[in-house]
């Protein structure tokens, strides 16, 4: 099956900072790769999201990048801010077939935003 | 548009005990899908279904674990006998049918097993 791995576990930036988190995926029939953000008490919020038809993805100060070849993903928040600070999973999913919709997700990366 | 409702938010019962959670789906969704999240871990998918059909139970502890879906809307997720390990954050999603439509959490049940 599918296995995501994420890194780092924890970011620790500074406010105005850029911030980035890596993950990679096993399972090269992977063609859909979103980005949640989950707050302390909360259930995970879908930010963005990125098709393996689609180099790279930006929505205001928060962007994502996929590399198909090497089967890795990345986030990128620009302009960082204390509330952008939560737990962010990665997550993949391939089409079709008895796993048609399961997301596989990243073990998470706790960023905190230092004022 | 309402999000996933889940109840309840807490839940504290004594090993060998049983408990179940409740889901209600975002208007006009039909895949729904109950998630498992162990403090520190990302979630695991436990059961997806399709309308009122499992599409995906290949990691649903079967033996302890039940889930329905009743008239293709509300799903409900039992664990009977409960064990010390099933101690986690049980989260509902449910998506649109079509290729890669986003999934949409619920705020979970956290279960604390005594």
């Known amino acids: 099956g599918e296995n995501v791995e994420q890194h780092p576990s924890t970011l620790s930036v500074q406010e105005g900072d850029s911030a980035v988190i890596k993950c990679t995926y096993s399972?090269?029939?992977?063609?859909?790769f979103p980005w949640y953000k989950q707050e302390l008490g909360k259930g995970p919020q879908l930010i963005i999201d990125i098709r393996s038809n689609v180099g790279e993805k930006k929505d205001q100060r928060i962007a994502v990048t996929l590399n198909k070849t090497a089967k890795h993903f990345s986030l990128h928040i620009t302009e960082t801010q204390p509330e952008d600070s939560a737990v962010y999973f990665c997550?993949?999913?391939?089409?079709?077939?008895?796993?048609?919709?399961?997301?596989?997700f990243g073990q998470g990366t706790i960023l905190t935003v230092h004022p | 548009e309402a999000g996933v409702a889940q109840s309840p938010r807490y839940k504290i019962i004594e090993k060998r005990q049983s408990v179940a959670f409740w889901c209600n789906p975002i208007s006009g969704h039909a895949t729904l899908y109950w998630y498992q999240q162990i403090l520190g871990q990302g979630p695991k998918l436990l059961i997806q279904?399709?309308?009122?059909?499992?599409?995906?139970d290949s990691q649903l502890p079967k033996d302890r674990f039940s889930a329905e879906r009743l008239k293709g809307v509300d799903s409900t997720l039992k664990i009977q006998p409960a064990k010390l390990e099933d101690s986690a954050v049980y989260l509902c999603?449910?998506?649109?049918?079509?290729?890669?439509?986003?999934?949409?959490f619920g705020d979970g049940t956290r279960l604390s097993i005594l």
């Open positions: 997550a993949a999913r391939r089409p079709g077939g008895t796993s048609y919709g399961k997301l596989t």
């Open positions: 279904f399709q309308n009122n059909g499992v599409v995906d």
């Open positions: 399972d090269s029939a992977s063609n859909y």
């Open positions: 999603a449910s998506s649109a049918t079509g290729s890669n439509q986003p999934q949409h």
